[in-house]
């Protein structure tokens, strides 16, 4: 294939995959420049190039649709950044860059730091757990976790929960349906995007992804989507989605899938970022996060 080197763009393609995971692999896997989660959700205002060796994408904000530029690479962070400002302000784009990795700049922070302003970008840092921890579930941090599991557990005694194959009609028919009973029981907001983005992800074969299943009278209650992180260390969680009626169920899906992974030999789990919504914060902060994948927002300093 043709690479796009900046200022040409390229349409994000599921094509695209092997080169754009080529610049990526390098870094940790921060939950934006991951191919299936960008494939997913932002497939149709995805676009990307080159520059300085260094991957840009045009994305487009999660929440409020706006288009911005980002990148990941660690090469010449200084001329990268500058370039890609005075692009966004002759594009009528931000006059920012968003959701830049930590790694992209670390390496030269301060020089960075004398040429332009950084913000944390809280919202959008990644939760990393730590699957060993995750799955003994000792002290008192995780108090909360082990009564729910132990009430799921306690009510469902012939549940089973298994790995599933999303590849079938069927299969893929009860998830979408698990799904959308999950939208039911209370307002959802942007459950139609992640809807499509789920069942792009759910079209895709060898695509990584290992589904879990809980079933009880026959009937599919919740599944997660995870995805195995090659030649790494992580697993990115994409998916998880279950009858909000059955108590402890969300937490004895994290932790019978972090067990899954654990014994697989995976050390890490990236539950992805909170995009500043309290509920959705609090519900990751509650399983401990080991460590954070921090992210910044990069302009130009106040004259």
């Not at 940790?28 to 205002?45: A, C, L, Q, R, V």
């Not at 922070?109 to 809280?122: L, R």
Request: hydrophobic share 35%.
């Amino acid at each position: 294939m043709v690479i796009p080197i900046f200022p040409n763009f390229k349409k994000l393609d599921i094509s695209d995959r092997t080169e754009i995971e080529k610049y990526t692999s390098p870094y940790k896997p921060y939950s934006d420049f991951n191919f299936i989660s960008m494939w997913g959700y932002m497939h149709t205002e995805s676009e990307w190039c080159i520059l300085n060796n260094n991957l840009v994408f045009k994305f487009v904000d999660y929440l409020d649709g706006k288009p911005f530029l980002t990148y990941i690479g660690k090469h010449r962070p200084v001329h990268t950044i500058q370039t890609l400002l005075e692009y966004s302000v002759n594009h009528g784009l931000p006059n920012s860059l968003s959701l830049v990795p930590e790694e992209s700049i670390y390496h030269e922070i301060d020089t960075v730091k004398s040429a332009y302003a950084i913000q944390d970008d809280v919202d959008n840092y990644d939760y990393i757990l730590d699957l060993k921890l995750v799955c003994n579930l000792e002290g008192h941090n995780f108090l909360v976790r082990r009564q729910q599991i132990r009430n799921f557990l306690k009510h469902r005694l012939d549940f089973s929960f298994r790995v599933i194959d999303h590849s079938k009609t069927t299969i893929k028919d009860e998830m979408i349906n698990c799904f959308k009973s999950w939208v039911m029981e209370g307002s959802k907001e942007g459950w139609e995007r992640e809807l499509c983005a789920l069942e792009r992800i759910l079209d895709q074969k060898d695509s990584g992804i290992v589904t879990f299943g809980v079933y009880y009278d026959n009937n599919l209650h919740g599944f997660t989507l995870t995805e195995l992180i090659p030649n790494s260390h992580y697993v990115m969680a994409h998916y998880e989605k279950a009858n909000v009626k059955i108590p402890g169920i969300f937490s004895y899906l994290r932790h019978a899938q972090c067990m899954y992974f654990y014994l697989l030999g995976y050390k890490y789990l990236n539950l992805q970022q909170d995009l500043g919504k309290p509920g959705l914060r609090l519900a990751k902060q509650l399983w401990r996060p080991d460590h954070m994948l921090k992210k910044y927002i990069i302009s130009p300093k106040s004259q």
